[in-house]
């Protein structure tokens, strides 16, 4: 996480902000919904607001966190301020703890809700009016930031790509017909975590014969037909970092048409992985697959994007 804090504040400066005010949009006890306020503080818990301003970077946390936010997030630069009571009493507390009457503060607008953004301007309101800061919404500055990977995460990101992998070849080589698609799933999450991961990254899509035609088909207690194609959708989570990986396979030998398109799709994934570099734009990428495709006559079924960003978020 080193020079995160830097490069926001560099952000901020861009946009004249005087502090960022980053939340979660709910009290999230998995810890999937405030990646933003986890990138820039590394507090991995439900409930709490990171203020960063152009000199300070304050967690503000209720008493069940503040033992847990000292582990975690001073080491990374922060402050912890104590939140008590409902946010009408403690906010203006921590505006004038942060030394920002009448300063301008952004709002991380994906990290709250609109009912919390409420509850934000009705606290600012219950300041007097000379110690009342000015309350915005402010651009997507974390998301930015998170766009580009740094070495650590993107060491992370391999091993969550590495665990997948390997769970996936252990699923595959157990696969018979007969099984149902419930119970590779089932599979997949136990090689994941027997192989060193914290998890799954997201529910596991298992899909035999037509059925995995659906691009997100819920694994049924449905066993699996010889000949026809099986789709598993999967990832780990290691550190953090989350991997997604979609694989086609087959209990015995594809049917000739099948085989045939699985040939369009892989020939369309070879020339995306051999032809995209740093810089390009993502429809340019995208075009680069979907051109393998159309020549082939299935273009009308590519209706979906080439790929997606992968990170602290599965998408």
Request: charged share 25%.
């Amino acid at each position: 996480m080193t020079g995160r804090l830097e490069r926001l504040r560099a952000a901020m400066a861009e946009e004249r902000l005087d502090a960022l005010y980053i939340s979660g949009p709910v009290d999230d006890v998995y810890g999937r919904h405030s990646m933003n306020r986890y990138y820039v503080s590394g507090f991995t818990g439900s409930s709490g607001v990171a203020l960063i301003t152009r000199e300070r970077a304050i967690l503000a946390v209720d008493f069940r966190y503040v033992e847990q936010a000292e582990r975690e997030a001073v080491p990374r630069g922060f402050e912890i301020f104590h939140a008590k009571g409902r946010q009408l009493a403690w906010l203006p507390e921590l505006v004038k703890y942060a030394e920002l009457p009448g300063k301008r503060i952004g709002v991380s607008t994906a990290d709250l809700s609109y009912a919390g953004f409420l509850a934000l301007e009705k606290a600012v309101r219950e300041l007097p009016w000379g110690l009342r800061p000015e309350v915005g919404a402010a651009s997507p500055i974390v998301e930015r930031l998170r766009r580009q990977k740094d070495a650590d995460e993107l060491a992370l990101l391999q091993r969550a790509i590495d665990i997948a992998d390997r769970a996936f070849e252990r699923v595959e080589a157990s696969i018979a017909p007969g099984v149902t698609e419930r119970e590779v799933a089932r599979r997949v999450e136990r090689a994941v975590q027997e192989l060193g991961g914290d998890g799954i990254s997201f529910e596991t899509i298992v899909a035999g014969g037509a059925w995995a035609a659906q691009p997100h088909a819920t694994p049924r207690d449905e066993p699996l037909a010889e000949h026809q194609p099986i789709i598993i959708d999967m990832g780990a989570i290691f550190g953090g970092y989350c991997s997604d990986l979609t694989r086609t396979t087959v209990a015995g030998r594809l049917a000739p048409e099948l085989r045939a398109i699985y040939e369009v799709v892989f020939a369309a994934q070879q020339r995306a992985i051999e032809k995209v570099e740093p810089g390009m734009r993502a429809a340019d990428a995208h075009e680069l697959a979907h051109a393998v495709i159309r020549e082939a006559g299935y273009g009308e079924q590519f209706g979906h994007g080439l790929g997606h960003g992968v990170g602290l978020e599965v998408h």
